[in-house]
């Protein structure tokens, strides 16, 4: 029979910081031994402050925390024991903090180098069949020699994983594990998990409703969430675009081609990464990217961008000029707009949420100075959205939704001729992402190109009417 002894005890929690509204208020919880639990909640509930609280880094404002798991073992703090995976990796094994964001693209220096193998080896004691075992189960083991700088958003994710899994904790807490995974790969985590869980690994999530494994079998449905003005009908277009013209269902794409790739080959030594791709996108087109992990979406994103250097060996053309005849990367950058999972690891800098969403105008990760349209533009598109209340607080300190919602509007703020949104909606909550949907349909203009890709095809706006779907670097179906 399997003990229902208390591990850790919450009462009357509250935390406050003079930066933001309250976090938590007065929450009561128990977690006991045996028991799996699922904690949810919408976007800013307090997901992640409650994750630092449990590990003992942050103290409560009122209330008491505490831990009967150690009191087999003086001396000994909750962070020795609980391993917490947050959205990035910064830690003594790695930090994006040293790197840039196109280096992932190339063939990273031997001083910055850290194979996946390398990462899964630190700081561990497990032997190697068991590192061969949990890389083979989450479907990263053909990775191991790679440097860890070039894996996909989904591949470090199931990467960092696997290194928690490894490190043997008391307890792992999970924040949105399932993020950036395919169906395939969400699956096969969850069933991983829920064995980890049978054989008595404790575990706590911290995910979305609709993410909530079956084996979980407690949820905590945490109150309160980021309190977002209910956004005016009237949605505001940043300023300069005309808002005449037809709508988007019933509007035409034009003749005009934006990208055009005729037999495109990408490969890192012998392991070819896109091969033989030809496709066409007309200028206000809606284009949904769609294939499983490692299928070559972000490398497509990356010759599109400026980012990729094998473009130049490549037939890639966009709008209307092939990469490597005179533009500069800046010169392809000024035209398009960008969101990834990717592209939000790299911004380590201490920024307020608005200097955040300003440097879209530059296509930089660092503050530049502003004209007075780009200002009133870009608090326009936060008042809009409902956020402005939150311009001046420091990005760091909102929580992974709420910086993924003002990433989606510095990829927007100055309206690209091409969008690119890369699983733009990952940790918002449901009633967030119908209001972008609903945003993104009504306000691109006609002459706008939007390339959205996703692992969940309920996301996709109703107007993105294309399908191009990869599975192992080929296109294998386009509609």
Same mark, same amino acid.
């Given at each position: 029979?399997?003990?229902?002894?208390?591990?850790?005890?919450?009462?009357?929690?509250?935390?406050?910081?003079?930066?933001?509204?309250?976090?938590?208020?007065?929450?009561?919880?128990?977690?006991?031994?045996?028991?799996?639990?699922?904690?949810?909640?919408?976007?800013?509930?307090?997901?992640?402050?409650?994750?630092?609280?449990?590990?003992?880094?942050?103290?409560?404002?009122?209330?008491?925390?505490?831990?009967?798991?150690?009191?087999?073992?003086?001396?000994?703090?909750?962070?020795?024991?609980?391993?917490?995976?947050?959205?990035?990796?910064?830690?003594?094994?790695?930090?994006?903090?040293?790197?840039?964001?196109?280096?992932?693209?190339?063939?990273?220096?031997?001083?910055?180098?850290?194979?996946?193998?390398?990462?899964?080896?630190?700081?561990?004691?497990?032997?190697?069949?068991?590192?061969?075992?949990?890389?083979?189960?989450?479907?990263?083991?053909?990775?191991?020699?790679?440097?860890?700088?070039?894996?996909?958003?989904?591949?470090?994710?199931?990467?960092?994983?696997?290194?928690?899994?490894?490190?043997?904790?008391?307890?792992?807490?999970?924040?949105?594990?399932?993020?950036?995974?395919?169906?395939?790969?969400?699956?096969?985590?969850?069933?991983?998990?829920?064995?980890?869980?049978?054989?008595?690994?404790?575990?706590?999530?911290?995910?979305?409703?609709?993410?909530?494994?079956?084996?979980?079998?407690?949820?905590?449905?945490?109150?309160?969430?980021?309190?977002?003005?209910?956004?005016?009908?009237?949605?505001?277009?940043?300023?300069?675009?005309?808002?005449?013209?037809?709508?988007?269902?019933?509007?035409?794409?034009?003749?005009?081609?934006?990208?055009?790739?005729?037999?495109?080959?990408?490969?890192?030594?012998?392991?070819?990464?896109?091969?033989?791709?030809?496709?066409?996108?007309?200028? #206000? %087109?809606?284009?949904?990217? $769609?294939?499983?992990?490692?299928?070559? @979406? /972000?490398?497509? !994103?990356?010759? =599109?961008?400026?980012?990729?250097?094998?473009?130049?060996?490549?037939?890639?053309?966009?709008?209307?000029?092939?990469?490597?005849?005179?533009?500069?990367?800046?010169?392809?950058?000024?035209?398009?707009?960008?969101?990834?999972?990717?592209?939000?690891?790299?911004?380590?800098?201490?920024?307020?949420?608005?200097?955040?969403?300003?440097?879209?105008?530059?296509?930089?990760?660092?503050?530049?100075?502003?004209?007075?349209?780009?200002?009133?533009?870009?608090?326009?598109?936060?008042?809009?959205?409902?956020?402005?209340?939150?311009?001046?607080?420091?990005?760091?300190?909102?929580?992974? #939704? %709420?910086?993924?919602?003002? $990433?989606?509007?510095?990829?927007?703020? @100055? /309206?690209?001729? !091409?969008?690119? =949104?890369?699983?733009?909606?990952?940790?918002?909550?449901?009633?967030?992402?119908?209001?972008?949907?609903?945003?993104?349909?009504?306000?691109?203009?006609?002459?706008?190109?939007?390339?959205?890709?996703?692992?969940?095809?309920?996301?996709?706006?109703?107007?993105?009417?294309?399908?191009?779907?990869?599975?192992?670097?080929?296109?294998?179906?386009?509609?």
């Amino acid at each position: 029979m399997i003990s229902m002894r208390e591990l850790i005890r919450l009462r009357d929690i509250v935390v406050d910081r003079p930066s933001r509204p309250l976090l938590l208020d007065h929450l009561n919880w128990t977690f006991r031994e045996g028991e799996n639990w699922a904690i949810i909640g919408p976007t800013g509930c307090g997901k992640t402050t409650l994750a630092y609280l449990l590990l003992g880094k942050i103290r409560p404002s009122a209330g008491q925390i505490e831990w009967p798991m150690l009191d087999h073992a003086p001396g000994v703090s909750p962070a020795d024991v609980i391993e917490y995976l947050p959205f990035r990796e910064e830690s003594r094994r790695f930090s994006y903090h040293r790197h840039y964001y196109q280096q992932r693209f190339h063939f990273v220096e031997p001083q910055d180098d850290l194979s996946l193998d390398q990462f899964l080896r630190s700081g561990t004691v497990a032997e190697e069949n068991e590192l061969q075992a949990v890389a083979e189960a989450l479907g990263i083991e053909r990775h191991r020699r790679q440097s860890i700088i070039q894996l996909s958003n989904g591949q470090m994710r199931r990467a960092r994983i696997a290194r928690a899994l490894l490190s043997r904790p008391d307890l792992l807490i999970l924040d949105e594990p399932f993020l950036g995974l395919d169906r395939r790969g969400q699956a096969d985590l969850s069933r991983m998990l829920g064995e980890l869980a049978g054989q008595g690994q404790r575990l706590l999530l911290l995910t979305s409703q609709s993410d909530v494994p079956e084996w979980v079998t407690r949820i905590w449905d945490l109150p309160g969430g980021t309190s977002f003005p209910e956004p005016s009908n009237e949605l505001a277009r940043p300023a300069g675009v005309g808002s005449d013209g037809p709508t988007l269902a019933s509007r035409r794409g034009s003749v005009e081609p934006i990208i055009e790739m005729r037999g495109v080959q990408v490969a890192y030594g012998a392991n070819g990464v896109l091969t033989d791709v030809d496709w066409i996108v007309h200028r #206000g %087109e809606r284009w949904a990217i $769609l294939g499983p992990n490692g299928a070559g @979406k /972000s490398t497509l !994103l990356s010759l =599109l961008c400026g980012d990729h250097p094998q473009a130049y060996s490549n037939d890639v053309r966009l709008f209307g000029r092939r990469r490597g005849t005179g533009e500069t990367i800046w010169d392809v950058k000024a035209r398009v707009g960008l969101v990834s999972p990717e592209l939000h690891l790299y911004f380590t800098f201490h920024l307020s949420a608005f200097e955040v969403v300003a440097t879209g105008w530059f296509d930089v990760v660092q503050p530049r100075p502003l004209s007075d349209d780009q200002r009133l533009t870009t608090m326009s598109l936060l008042r809009a959205w409902g956020l402005d209340h939150f311009a001046d607080r420091p990005f760091q300190q909102l929580s992974t #939704g %709420e910086q993924r919602l003002f $990433l989606l509007a510095r990829a927007i703020v @100055k /309206s690209p001729e !091409l969008l690119i =949104l890369d699983e733009p909606f990952q940790g918002l909550d449901g009633s967030r992402v119908q209001f972008l949907r609903t945003w993104l349909d009504r306000q691109l203009t006609p002459a706008q190109t939007l390339l959205f890709v996703t692992h969940r095809e309920e996301e996709l706006p109703p107007s993105v009417s294309r399908r191009l779907i990869l599975d192992r670097g080929r296109i294998i179906s386009l509609r």
